[in-house]
């Protein structure tokens, strides 16, 4: 937690909403946790060790990298109690008097992590090469290459004609034509703060591009306040091709300079129409915790605009004092996934927890997420954030995954190359350099299967027109598709 984490929650404003409080107690609770906050690795060796061993496969007592609990069932908020009060009958003592709720919520994390990686050991996932059948649980497929030689790609779409555009990060927006990438960058794109996770993000067309012709872009664009220097945030343009250029451009949505932050990480972004002419747009909290639950910051949260970027008067705040009008939910950490179910309509996005506590959540009007109140994860120098993972008007994620995989971008499945995936959701992983299924029913994950893992840091995945599935990588930089070896 930076110094200035109460910054923008002035004491003597008289705004007191309850979003405010609860942040306000959890931040100084934080910040008396912080002063006594220890590397997880040394409170286990200190603490546990003695009868699980230093690699936690067991010693006086049972290892902890296997399913099997003498203690507890397995789950998050059971093991931590049973850390906390002990189960003395069978050995186990409590830690509560020698340990920090903040402390054991950050074991259980690793313990999580240990376990994974003792599991991820063993097991066997798919690495394909080009050409090469792979057998998942639904469908057999190859990986084809589709366009190489790129810079950061980060997100795909595609134009009527069959044309495919690509976003680099760096500032670039690239044309793949009949299976080749056109040499040259469309000419005119905004010029973007290529810094750290900021640059050219995202690009989606318009539903109704067939007529009108507009192109959106998302991306991260440089700004100086008198708080801070070299910041940067996001912003949404929309424009239009002509002739391999970038013509007509008009801006959708803007912050005011005020709020833009420096630093280069967690600018979202993701873009979603709906089919009453409102685009949802995320956008991370840019490395500020504490923005993520401030309604007059924009970061941290879910937007919602008219494709023009009016304000649609419905929005949870609009009238709010000093609220962006345009958030449609917030207490976001980073969203990096946005689609909506094509059955339902629902709104479903994935979210970059810290380490640990990757989320996967389904997106409603007015509701807190939560960050960083609650979070199945700690702080990535293995130091607690705290040691809530639930609190009454916060929402729980439908899931989260701890160890993290670094989610990404997502996309719900509408082809027909692969009828026995089609309304699957296919979640990025980019630490975990996998593709990972989720079969959902109603709102519960009924079943996961990771896809394939270990080609590359898997940064985006989108249902193509002609139904296959295109994967965009990074290290190494490429667009690849999935093709069904028999339907």
Sequence with gaps: MSPDYLRSFSLIDGR?????????????????????????????????????????????????????????????????????????????????????????????????????????????????????????????????????????????????DGRMLVTELPGSLRVVEQGRLNPAPIAGTPRVRYKGQGGLMEVALHPGYQTNGWIYLAYAEAGTNAETRDGGLTVIVR????????????????????????????????????????????????????????????????HRVFDDGRIPPDNPFVGTTKAIPSIWSYGHRNPQGLDRHPVTGELWETEHGPRGGDELNLIRKA?????????????????????????EDLEQPIIHWTPSIAVCGMDFYEGDQFPRWRNNLFVTGLAAEELRRVVIEGHRVVEQEVIFKGIGRVRDVASGPDGFLYVVLNKPDKVVRLEPVSK
């Design 16 to 160: 007191w909403s309850s979003a405010r409080l609860a942040f306000l107690l959890f931040a100084l609770g934080s910040l008396a946790a912080i002063a006594q906050a220890r590397d997880v690795e040394s409170v286990f060796k200190q603490n546990c060790a003695g009868c699980h061993g230093s690699d936690l496969q067991g010693g006086q007592t049972d290892s902890l990298l296997d399913d099997r609990w003498k203690h507890s069932n397995g789950d998050d908020e059971t093991l931590f109690r049973i850390i906390r009060d002990g189960d003395e009958p069978n050995g186990m003592p409590p830690m509560k008097g020698d340990l920090s709720e903040g402390d054991i919520r950050a074991l259980v994390v690793f313990i999580r992590e240990k376990a994974a990686q003792a599991k991820g050991a063993k097991a066997v996932f798919a690495k394909p090469v080009e050409n090469q059948v792979v057998k998942s649980r639904a469908h057999s497929f190859r990986l084809q290459p589709v366009a190489d030689g790129l810079s950061t790609p980060w997100s795909l779409a595609w134009l009527p």
């Design 239 to 302: 424009g239009r091709l002509q002739d391999d250029r970038w013509t007509d451009e008009q801006t959708v949505w803007r912050a005011p300079l005020w709020s833009y932050r420096s630093g280069g990480v967690h600018f979202g972004c993701r873009l979603v129409f709906d089919g009453a002419g409102h685009l949802f747009f995320s956008i991370g909290e840019r490395g500020q915790m504490q923005d993520a639950q401030d309604l007059s910051r924009p970061n941290g949260k879910v």
């Design 367 to 391: 509701v807190n997420y939560g960050w960083p109140i609650i979070t199945y994860g700690m702080n990535y120098n293995g130091t607690p954030i705290t040691a809530l993972t639930a609190k």
